[in-house]
């Protein structure tokens, strides 16, 4: 069965502090696996899409990178605005179309 | 570009009572996604649709729960009876195409039963 574990639960970081999220995930066969950002009350938002091992992708104060295992979500001298619920999820082989979502790092941000 | 468009944003009711959701998808996307989430969780696919064909509900209680995709573009979800375990946000997303294509999601409704 897929899946799909987010840690940490939760993460409080000073404005500038730099940290990384973690998305480990047991898929057969991965077709995608994805970053999404959710602020409170609001859908999610999709960051990115990384498809192999090795690929890295950035958008401004945010790297993802993607292993065999898992991926990281990097985030670079955060500032207060960073502050959301970041999900990933994956996409299996032999699930067309279907995403299978971790329960996401919610990410505090003070000034 | 407008973004996926959901109604109610909020829905307060009665157990036992009826309820339904509406989505509009992106214009042009093929593949429409209602997904359930609970508090603290990420988002549970419920049903896909491509085009106007349910491609995989396996994951939608089908006692209960119903969707519909007249013409190919907006959706419709029901539930009918609503339980107390029903509360969640029921999300809608699209996408050009199935596959890897990227989910682009709605602000969801924010169901509550009393």
């Known amino acids: 069965e897929d899946q799909v574990t987010q840690s940490p639960e939760a993460l409080r970081l000073q404005e500038g502090e730099s940290s990384s999220l973690n998305c480990s995930y047991t898929?057969?066969?991965?077709?995608?696996l994805f970053w999404y950002r959710q602020d409170p009350g609001k859908g999610p938002e999709f960051l990115f899409t990384l498809y192999s091992a090795g690929e890295e992708k950035e958008k401004e104060r945010l790297k993802a990178t993607l292993t065999k295992k898992e991926s990281f979500l990097h985030i670079t001298a955060p500032k207060p605005e960073d502050s959301a619920t970041y999900l990933c999820?994956?996409?299996?082989?032999?699930?067309?179309?279907?995403?299978?979502f971790g329960a996401g790092t919610q990410v505090v941000v003070t000034p | 570009e407008a973004g996926v468009v959901q109604s109610p944003r909020y829905k307060i009711i009665e157990k036992k009572q009826p309820v339904a959701f509406w989505c509009n998808p992106i214009s042009g996307h093929n593949t429409l996604y209602w997904y359930l989430q609970n508090l603290g969780q990420g988002p549970e696919l419920l049903i896909r649709y491509e085009n106007e064909e349910a491609v995989d509900d396996s994951q939608l209680p089908k006692d209960r729960f119903s969707a519909e995709r007249l013409k190919g573009v907006d959706s419709t979800l029901k539930i009918q009876p609503a339980e107390l375990g029903d509360s969640a946000v029921y999300l809608c997303?699209?996408?050009?195409?199935?596959?890897?294509?990227?989910?682009?999601f709605g602000p969801g409704t924010r169901l509550t039963v009393l």
């Open positions: 999820a994956v996409q299996a082989g032999d699930s067309w179309g279907k995403l299978q």
């Open positions: 997303a699209s996408s050009l195409d199935g596959g890897s294509d990227t989910q682009y």
């Open positions: 898929v057969s066969g991965l077709r995608g």
